[in-house]
């Protein structure tokens, strides 16, 4: 019993990843504007109003766009940073399931603010 027991444990850590474990596969992200209310997309679909907070599958997306009727929309890219707590698995799967699963990225920064420019009439 002892020696399947132990099996399974060294399976599991096997096939887990450090960075997915700890922080998972998945970030929230804030979004805030001014004027608030405009509405937020994420790769062009459509996912609330400002202020929002939204969780976003990681190193999955690319933009957000912040849109208000009479204003100039703004886009602003999703930048990813390379999530050190993935460098922990490196001795058991060559951090290769973070990698896999988006894990090994975060975003940042993790909360953005956009001003909104009237558009000239």
């Known amino acids: ?3 399947r027991f132990s099996a399974l444990l060294f399976a599991l850590a ?3 990843s450090c960075a997915g ?3 998972g596969t998945s970030q929230t992200i804030t ?3 001014e004027p608030a209310g405009a509405e937020v ?3 062009g679909l459509s996912r609330g109003v400002t202020p929002l907070t939204v969780k976003l599958k990681k ?3 690319e933009t957000i766009m912040v849109k208000k009727t009479g204003y100039t929309a703004v886009t602003r890219p999703l930048e990813k940073a390379y999530d050190a707590t993935a460098l922990l698995n490196i001795s058991w799967d060559s951090s290769t399931t973070d990698m896999i699963t988006g894990a090994a990225y975060e975003y940042e920064p993790n909360s953005y ?7 000239s009439k």
Do not use: A, R
């Open 59 to 61: 190193n999955h997306y």
């Open 31 to 33: 979004i805030t504007s």
């Open 1 to 3: 019993m002892h020696i």
């Open 14 to 16: 096997l096939l887990s």
């Open 21 to 23: 474990v700890i922080k």
């Open 41 to 43: 997309l994420v790769d």
């Open 113 to 119: 603010h956009i001003t909104l420019v009237k558009e």
